[in-house]
């Protein structure tokens, strides 16, 4: 037997090692999810925002999870811990040579106009491969060895921590990390902690191929070892597949049907995570008949908000959803933690988990768009998910209550039945008064008709946001609407650039209402990321056909085209740029950085003008547009101009850019302005630092 002191010391190794598991696995997801926004921060001015940069980040991240838990599965199934432990500290060291993370310009970023899809791919790769599947792996593979040394306790809690780890990972980054660091000094901070990381999970690997001498049995045919049946793989495929695209498509219908509000993802995101927190941390927390119900009755409840939300506040379809979201998937998290198997095969149900949210993400992502007109995919998931709910109780023998007539399972299952039927006929009869609608990648585009005290007119909206609308008789026709109107800072500008055969560039197409300003001999180049805006304006309004001016458009991301439209020989060729991309919440801040004013100052013409269009209900840009004059030493003037019901305008901000004084002081513009820099600093934002929340109104 053992001696007191060898007794003593394993009692240490093991207290030991049930800290530094657990620590390890929070500090890997935590790791996980905030290198995601951080390579897209650096990836974004380089290649633009356009699908296939954002698809490919997507497909990134999300195959190499997915490699990461089957090579967690693979290793673990391996019978010598010992090997295991081996291979693993190997890959930990080799890992270290990714180290800093900090993508190279000059190796990177794309000199052609070519497809980027590969590019981006490598430069992930190069940057942060073999560092993510690492820590991809780690949670399960380290959930394992924690079953095989403490086989008295249950692993799965880790799993909540491991989830825990996530949740504030995508909390801090956007509200803590991004306001305050520069990029490089996120990469820096991040690659230190990573090497924290690969120290305490090498550590670990070591004790356990030095401590624990333990060789896996052959896996046994039945009993609570036995492997899992493909039905029951298959129902723990389905029920994350149906949770990861319920939360995708409760993103989308929130952040862009309902309140275009910045950091609204957060939420749904954090309902997601905390189910899987409750469900995994204790079985007291899924109270089976409880969510049922609850997802039989919020689930037509949110179907019916989405067909018809007229007379609905904001707030109360926001708690509808959320409501439903926090119901259905601890109905399908509930439901998986229920069917977990013994630990032995632990690794092979994360790593069916994190198939079902990979399929999840490239059903809303990528297929979703190409299929469906409308959020389909909201309804269809809720359906799946009550049917896959109901096959949850049949599993364990309701169907057998039901006809004894136990009402405690007849009452949740008939819930789960109206649940997902009712799912089913939202789908079937979700018909939306919209003369024209196109979803892609970028959200729904919808073309609709109406009337005002002017007559009819027809108007293009992204969600809750207005593109343009233009009136459908006589001369009103022509009558430049909305932002762009006479009174605008827009209107006013063109009409004071009186020199001949003007170019102007436009960032922003929407209905093409500017086209209007053109003279004959001008020419207006419309840069719009968005392919289906090109329809619409072309097929839905004539503001494009009907210009004086020659029009131009050139599809793809304005900064990336800009900057090699320069590379070509084109520079000093516009008169006036006019950005108009920041109406909605998600705006594009690489076209607002002092790298991209750059690109704008070496396109304007000598005494040029720089417009942004910076109404925004909830983000105050004029300070980073002073910033930008800053950054230039040149001046900047505020136009402000209300609704205009006679002429069909909307209130607007404008913002104008020039060292033109000439331009400022010519007669009766300065009426017209009103000069900036007497409240509030400048605020300069770079490619390396800029942050939303120096800009929120609230």
């Not at 079985?283 to 908000?305: D, E, I, K, Q, S």
């Not at 049949?394 to 997902?420: E, H, I, K, Y």
């Amino acid at each position: 037997m053992p001696g007191p002191s060898v007794l003593d010391s394993n009692r240490v190794w093991e207290r030991s090692l049930g800290i530094r598991i657990p620590v390890t696995i929070f500090l890997s997801a935590f790791l996980l999810f905030q290198v995601q926004p951080m390579m897209g921060r650096y990836v974004l001015p380089w290649f633009g925002g356009g699908p296939a940069v954002w698809t490919n980040c997507l497909l990134f991240f999300q195959a190499l999870l997915l490699g990461g838990y089957a090579y967690a599965h693979w290793l673990g199934s391996r019978r010598s811990l010992r090997v295991q432990a081996s291979v693993h500290m190997a890959l930990l060291a080799a890992s270290f040579f990714f180290l800093p993370i900090l993508p190279r310009a000059d190796l990177w970023k794309p000199a052609s106009a070519s497809d980027p899809s590969g590019r981006i791919l490598l430069l992930l790769t190069a940057t942060i491969g073999a560092p993510y599947l690492l820590l991809s792996a780690t949670g399960p593979l380290l959930q394992r060895w924690f079953a095989l040394s403490e086989s008295h306790k249950s692993p799965w809690r880790l799993y909540s921590l491991s989830n825990l780890g996530s949740f504030l990972a995508l909390f801090s980054y956007p509200f803590v990390l991004e306001p305050y660091l520069r990029l490089h000094t996120q990469a820096w901070l991040w690659s230190a902690l990573y090497a924290v990381f690969a120290v305490l999970c090498g550590w670990t690997a070591w004790s356990m191929g030095n401590r624990i001498q333990i060789t896996l049995a052959p896996e046994a045919d039945s009993g609570p070892d036995a492997r899992p049946t493909l039905l029951t793989v298959l129902f723990w495929l389905g029920l994350a597949t149906c949770g990861s695209t319920l939360l995708l498509a409760t993103t989308n219908q929130i952040s862009q049907e309902i309140a275009v509000v910045p950091f609204l993802w957060v939420a749904p995101l954090s309902v997601y995570l905390l189910t899987f927190i409750l469900a995994f941390e204790h079985p007291r927390w899924y109270r089976r008949t409880l969510f049922a119900v609850g997802a039989g009755v919020f689930g037509p409840a949110a179907c019916a908000v989405q067909v018809a939300a007229i007379g609905l506040g904001a707030r109360v379809q926001l708690g509808i959803y959320l409501l439903t979201l926090f119901f259905v998937c601890m109905l399908c998290h509930g439901e998986l933690a229920r069917s977990r198997p013994s630990p032995r095969h632990l690794t092979l149900f994360y790593l069916v988990i994190a198939a079902g949210g990979a399929l999840g993400g490239v059903f809303v992502a990528l297929i979703a768009p190409t299929v469906f007109t409308e959020f389909y995919e909201y309804p269809i998931s809720l359906a799946a998910a009550c049917a896959l709910g109901f096959v949850g109780w049949l599993r364990t023998g309701a169907l057998a209550q039901w006809t004894s007539r136990n009402f405690s399972v007849r009452v949740p299952l008939m819930a789960l039945l109206v649940g997902g039927l009712t799912s089913v006929v939202a789908m079937v009869t979700n018909n939306t008064p919209n003369i024209a609608s196109v979803r892609n990648f970028y959200g729904i585009l919808r073309v609709r008709e109406s009337i005002d005290s002017n007559g009819a007119l027809r108007m293009l909206t992204h969600g809750t946001i207005r593109h343009g609308f233009q009136y459908l008789r006589g001369a009103k026709s022509a009558w430049p609407t909305t932002y762009y109107g006479p009174h605008s800072g827009a209107g006013i500008v063109l009409n004071a650039v009186n020199h001949p055969a003007r170019r102007v560039a436009v960032i922003g197409l929407g209905a093409g209402t500017l086209a209007a300003w053109g003279r004959p001999g001008d020419t207006f180049r419309f840069y719009e990321i968005n392919p289906a805006v090109e329809l619409i304006a072309n097929e839905w309004f004539t503001f494009l056909k009907n210009s004086k001016a020659r029009t131009e458009i050139v599809l793809g991301d304005a900064r990336v085209q800009m900057e090699r439209e320069l590379g070509s020989g084109q520079s000093h060729d516009f008169d006036v740029i006019a950005v108009d991309a920041f109406s909605s919440d998600a705006i594009p801040l690489h076209l607002l950085t002092a790298e991209c004013g750059d690109i704008y100052r070496q396109r304007l013409a000598p005494g040029g003008l720089l417009l942004f269009h910076i109404s925004n209900r909830l983000l105050n840009l004029e300070p980073v547009a002073r910033g930008l004059a800053r950054h230039f030493g040149w001046k900047a003037v505020t136009f402000q101009s209300g609704e205009e019901i006679e002429t069909g305008e909307s209130s607007a901000t404008w913002v104008l850019i020039t060292d033109n004084a000439e331009f400022l002081l010519q007669p009766g513009m300065a009426q017209e302005i009103s000069w900036t820099g007497k409240e509030g600093r400048p605020i300069t934002w770079t490619d390396d630092f800029a942050s939303l929340w120096q800009v929120l109104k609230f």
